[in-house]
């Protein structure tokens, strides 16, 4: 069984100007932007009410208020957009394998392992963007079809909110059907060439012919557009670098409120990610914990230990004490995580056994581990954690 659309381009809608919108919900429905103020500001992102006026990004913000008086201007955060975009990737790479990213909201996707798993394509990335949905709050689109370049092109249709499949079997005549500006790398220049040779769509790219092309455009930059007009791309999703971080988290299906609870489904989550970084054979340098609370806003903190660690017991003395400072006590939590960070492989990791903790931790850890692998997670534990009902959300675990 394989896939017959294997590819999936994912990208985010505005993707700026809906992480404003979760900490902001005021804004949403509204025409907003994100960008700069001032004589000099320009437009990083436009939400699809002020793309009604005509206002996108890269637009002086001067010439946008113009056009729409009523946006709202929003000055960019970054570091925040940035966060949301990893806790974004990290979902999407619990369920895919092979992720390439792109930028910080879009990325593509191989499928073609996931035969067992799901029907098809299609399901892949509905599935992915309602957990987004539900678990970040955002929403995403996604294009579907053969290749990367057919993919991305599709994601464009799909927008807002939106999959479009462009069907191998007649991914011809849909491609031939776009116009030629939606094909990625057709810039300024090339258009005006493009338009002197009365070309509007990509049907009347393909058309033109290779030769013709080449002649217009150069041997090599004529040659890949040909390709591109019969929808031949043959480059591989390319993941970059290994995980660069383990995470074991949850979503409540009832918000959590009292701190024992919290504190000890901090310790289970705690523990959990000490198996999965046996598991991938690393040891973590950073602890991370994340909290989101009703309201969908979310914290980290996090904490880099004195020397790496997958043993149980060290990831919950330094999550518990990350909650601790994060004094959140009488909030009502949605999310808890505890993710390690800064991973090395743990033949590779300098063990400090003499200086900051007894050997008996590692040798113990060894144990249980051991025990786990053997007879379950649950099989062997810290009392704490053992004793505690299993909870009824949904775990969520990854590598
Ligand atoms: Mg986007």
Redesign the pocket.
Known sequence: MRFTEPIIHI???A?FVECERLAHPELRGRPVAVGGGGNRGVIAAASYEARRFGVHSAMPTVRARRICPQLVLVPSDHGRYTEISREVFALIEQEVPVVERLSI??AFLDVSGLTLLHPDSRTVAEHLRSRIREEVGLPSSCGIASNKFLAKLASGKAKPDGVFVIDTDRQLAILHSFDVRAMWGVGEATYAGLERLGVQTIGDLASVGERALQRNFGTSAGASLFRLSMGIDDRSVEPHGEAKSVSNEQTYEADLQSDEEIRSEVMRHADRLSSRLRHAGVEAKTVVLKVRFDSFETITRSVTLASPTAVGQDLMVAAVQLLERAAISGRRVRLIGVAGAGLIPNTEAVHQLATDRPATWDDLAEAVGAIRDRFGHESVGPAVVHHKKENPGVDIDAV
Do not use: R
């Open positions: 990208d985010m809608d993707f909201d879009e």
